[in-house]
């Protein structure tokens, strides 16, 4: 009953910015968790940062200093600012949508983050 809608995602060259958007629409909880993981290419699918409805955010260590999550709960959206991105952070890009209603959450269908060295 949610749908995620992602946009953002390209190909940048090393030391640049993207902003990701995830738009979420359906029936929405008051109180959920947002957030965006990534799966680089031969890899698993990892954690790169979330944010609650009151804003409390989570990064994952290879994030922390270069991306910025935010949301703004009247659209349902939220978004990943990436900066100085290095040739590791190329991946596809999914967002997340959390609630106690639906315990394994929605996903994205992911938007592909292209970084070249």
């Known amino acids: 009953q949610v749908q995620l809608v992602e946009s953002g995602g390209g190909l940048v060259q090393a030391g640049g910015s993207l902003r990701l958007s995830c738009a979420a629409s359906g029936t929405i909880s008051g109180i959920n968790t947002m957030g965006w993981y990534r799966q680089p290419p031969g890899k698993q699918r990892e954690l790169v940062a979330t944010?609650?409805?009151?804003?409390?955010?989570n990064y994952a260590d290879s994030v922390k200093g270069r991306f910025t999550i935010s949301r703004d709960n009247a659209k349902n959206t939220v978004y990943l600012q990436m900066s100085s991105l290095k040739p590791e952070d190329t991946a596809v890009y999914y967002c997340?949508?959390?609630?106690?209603?639906?315990?394994?959450?929605?996903w994205g269908q992911g938007t592909q983050v292209t970084v070249s060295s």
């Open positions: 944010i609650s409805t009151g804003g409390t955010t």
């Open positions: 997340n949508y959390w609630t106690i209603w639906k315990r394994d959450g929605y």
